[in-house]
C-alpha cells in the first residue's frame, strides 16, 4: 500500500490508550449526571428525609450508598463491553487492545468514582452536625478511597467478564457465569473486610491480585469473541 | 497498485450444522473497486465479516496484505468493514466524526464534513435517533472518509433513497480516483453499483459462482432472440441461462464466449442479439429453479 495515495497518514497514540480515553471520556458523561445525583442524594436528600420524620439516621447513609454503587456501575460496564466491541474492530484495531483498554478503562473509573468517597463523608459530617446527630466516618479516609477503588474495580471487571462469556458462548454460560458479578462480596466476606477502612495489606494485595485474575480472563475470552451480525 | 489485496484458499465458515460458506477461493485485487454480489443468504456478510476478522473461519485461509488478519494490528489498522446498520459509537454524528479521527490515522476530517454536509445528517442527533437511510448515511461517510487501504462496504446504500445513493457512488468512485485503494461493494443495487465495478464476484449459497473482470463478465452475457428454431441452432453447445418462448419466438439468455464471429451468425440466422446488463445476468445466474422469487420463463 502507498500511504500517499491514500492521503494524509497521522500518527497516533496506540490504540489500547486511544480506546481507553474514549471509554473513560464517555463514563465520565455519565458519572457528571449520576455523581452529583448520588451526593445529593445520598448526603443531602436522605438525611433530610429521615430528619422531617423524626428518624434517627445510621452512623453514615454515605457508607451504604458507597457500598452499593459499584453494582450499578457493574452494569454500565456490561453493557458498554457488548456495545462497543464490533464498533472498536471496524474501526481496525484488536480485541487484544480492546481487553485492556477496558481493564485500564475499569481501573480508571474506578479511581474517579474513589474520589467522591471522602468527599461525600465530609459532606455528611457537616450535615449530620446539622441535625445533632453522631456521625461515623472511616478513621483513613485514605483507606477508604483505596478499598473503594479496588471493589469498583473487581465489580466492573466481574461485570465485563460476565458480559463478554455471554456475548461469546451464548446465553446459558452468561447465565452460568452470573455469580461472578457477585465476586467481590464472597471475597470480602472470605476476608472479613467489614470497614471500609479495615483493609490491611495482605487483603489489598488480595484484591489487587483478583482485578489481574478478572483482567486476563476477560481477555482470554475476549479473544476469540465472533461479532454478530447487525441489522439497521 | 494501492491498497491491500485479498487472497482467499478454500475458506468456510459453519455456524453449527449450517455452511454460511463452503471453500470459497477467491481474491479481490488491490488498488481495484470490486463487487460481492449474490442473493440473500449467500454468504456476502459472512465472507466480509471473515476478512475484517470480524470472525475466524472454520477452515481455509485468509491472507490480507498477504497476513492473517486475525489480531493483526498493521493489517487491521488497514480495514475498514462498513455494514448498513453502521458499526460507530452510538453518541451523537459530530462524536461519530471525532471517534473516526481518533481512531484512524487515513480519515479525511475534510471529506468527513464535506459528506455530512452533503447527505445532510444532524451533528447533533444522536445515531440511535436517525433513521435507517440516515444510518446508512452516515456508515457511507465513515466508509469514505476512513479512506482505509481494504474498504469493505456491506449493503451500505440499502435503505438510503435514491438521491443520496447516488451522491454516495459519485462521492466514493471521486475519493477512490483521488486516493486509490481496494475498494469491496457488496450490494443488491447492481444496476446502481454496475459503472463503478472493475471486478465481480457472485456468491451462491456460499461459493464462488463467478469471478471475473466486470468487463469481461457484462462480454459473456448475451441475449438473443429470433425464430425459435434458428435461435436453438445458434446456441449449439453455450451454456443456456434462460430460455423464453412466445409463440415461434424463443429469447434466450447465454453466458459464455461464443467466438469472435458470433455477431455475424446471428445476423445472417436474423437474430437479434444483445448484451446482457449485470443485473440481468446476476439475476440468470443466480436464479433456482422452484424458488419462490423466480421470474418467469421456461427453462
Known sequence: MSAASLGTVRALPSSTWRTARWLVGNTLGILAVVAPLMLVLGVGVAPATMAYFGVQAPASLWSFAVEQAPGVFTLVIAAMTISQLATHLAFGMTRRSYAAAVVLSVVAIALLLALLVPLGYVLEAAHFRAYGWAHEAPDSLALALLTSVLRTAVWGLAGALTAAIWYRFGGFAGVVALPLTAIYPIVSAGMWIERADALGAPEAAMLVGLIALLGVAYAAVVAGIAVRARTA | MTGFGVELRDVSVRFGATVALGGVTAAFLPGAISGLLGRNGSGKTTLLSTIAAFRRPSGGSVRVDGEAPWENPRVLAGIALVREAGDVPDVRVGEVLRYGAAMRSTWSGEVAERLLARFDLPRRKR???????????????????????????????????????????????????????????????????????????????????????????????????????????????????????????????????????????????????????????????????GSADRPGGAR
Do not use: N, W
Not at chain 2, 127 to 156: C, F, N, W
Not at chain 2, 197 to 211: Q, Y
Not at chain 2, 237 to 257: C, I, N
Open chain 2, 127 to 289: 445515531v440511535e435517533h436517525l433513521s435507517r437511510g440516515q444510518r446508512g448515511a452516515l456508515a457511507a461517510v465513515v466508509g469514505i472518509a476512513s479512506r482505509a487501504p481494504l474498504t469493505l462496504l456491506d449493503e451500505v446504500t440499502l435503505g438510503m433513497d435514491a438521491p443520496a445513493r447516488y451522491a454516495c457512488y459519485d462521492e466514493l468512485l471521486a475519493d477512490y480516483l483521488a486516493h486509490p485503494r481496494t475498494v469491496v461493494l457488496a450490494s443488491h443495487l447492481i444496476e446502481e453499483v454496475d459503472r463503478l465495478l472493475e471486478h465481480v464476484i457472485v456468491l451462491d449459497r456460499g461459493r464462488v459462482l463467478v469471478a471475473d473482470e466486470a468487463d469481461a463478465l457484462r462480454a459473456r452475457g448475451v441475449r438473443v432472440s429470433g425464430e425459435a428454431e434458428r435461435v436453438d441452432a445458434f446456441v449449439g453447445d453455450a451454456r443456456v441461462l434462460r430460455r423464453e418462448t412466445l409463440g415461434r419466438s424463443a429469447v434466450v439468455t447465454l453466458y459464455g464466449d461464443l467466438g469472435s464471429d458470433a455477431r455475424a451468425r446471428a445476423r445472417e440466422k436474423e437474430i437479434e442479439m444483445h448484451p446482457l446488463p449485470l443485473q440481468d445476468l446476476f439475476v440468470d445466474l443466480t436464479d433456482r429453479p
